[in-house]
């Protein structure tokens, strides 16, 4: 079965650039999807097809896929992005694939 | 603006059976797109479970499909999942979600916390 690997936690000081990765085989033939999770809320799109953003969404985030890694970028990062953030694909055998999901914390 | 909202028992027996409902609004159900649930146990991570067309075309999540069943009631505008023999590995918050062309969940319900417990 298909999966995707983020790493469990992620620090990043205010005003710095966070990088969340999301790792899979082959992940840059597919596309990505990124959702921030506050807690107690439902997950939003922050990202979809890989490097677009949905209306409404800052444009501190941003996004890249290639090879087997696919990457979330958040510049400037502001308080009010701690969060956790899931990466999420679709592959043919194991159809809608998300990965385990990545706290940021902003120091 | 899309709407969906779960709704269901919060409490289900072991090897009983959970049934939830997503009711949408703001959109037809019958017009396009998937529409999917989505389980987040306590603590943990986001778990797909499944995702179906209003033409009927289903996916299940490998590990869910001998147990899950998603159906819908185009005159309600409503989904429905029902996952049989529930274990206490089934203690989740269910989310419905709207799956769209751009292969991503662009809508979501408030979620609903189903706790198998005696």
């Known amino acids: 079965s298909y999966e995707l690997t983020q790493p469990p936690s992620v620090s990043v000081s205010p005003g710095q650039t966070a990088s969340i990765t999301c790792s899979g085989d082959?992940?840059?033939?597919?596309?990505a999807s990124w959702y921030q999770q506050r807690p107690g809320q439902s997950p939003v799109v922050v990202l979809y097809?890989?490097?677009t953003r949905p209306s409404g969404i800052p444009e501190r985030f941003s996004g890249s896929n290639s090879g087997n890694t696919a990457t979330l970028t958040i510049s400037g990062t502001q308080a009010m992005d701690e969060a956790d953030y899931y990466c999420?694909?679709?592959?043919?055998?194991?159809?809608?694939?998300f990965g385990g999901g990545t706290k940021l914390t902003v120091l | 603006q899309v709407q969906l909202q779960e709704s269901g028992p919060g409490l289900v027996k072991p090897s009983e059976t959970l049934s939830l409902t997503c009711t949408v609004s703001g959109y037809s159900i019958s017009s396009d797109f998937y529409w999917g649930w989505i389980r987040q146990p306590p603590g943990k991570g986001l778990e797909w479970i499944g995702s179906r067309y209003h033409s009927g075309t289903t996916y299940y999540h490998p590990s869910l499909k001998s147990r899950a069943t998603m159906s819908i009631d185009a005159a309600k505008n409503q989904f429905s999942l029902r996952l049989t023999s529930v274990t206490a590995a089934d203690t989740a918050v269910y989310f419905c979600a709207r799956y769209s062309t751009s292969f991503v969940f662009d809508y979501w319900g408030q979620g609903i916390l189903v706790t198998v417990s005696s």
């Open positions: 999420q694909a679709w592959d043919s055998s194991t159809y809608v694939v």
């Open positions: 082959k992940l840059g033939d597919k596309y």
């Open positions: 097809q890989d490097i």
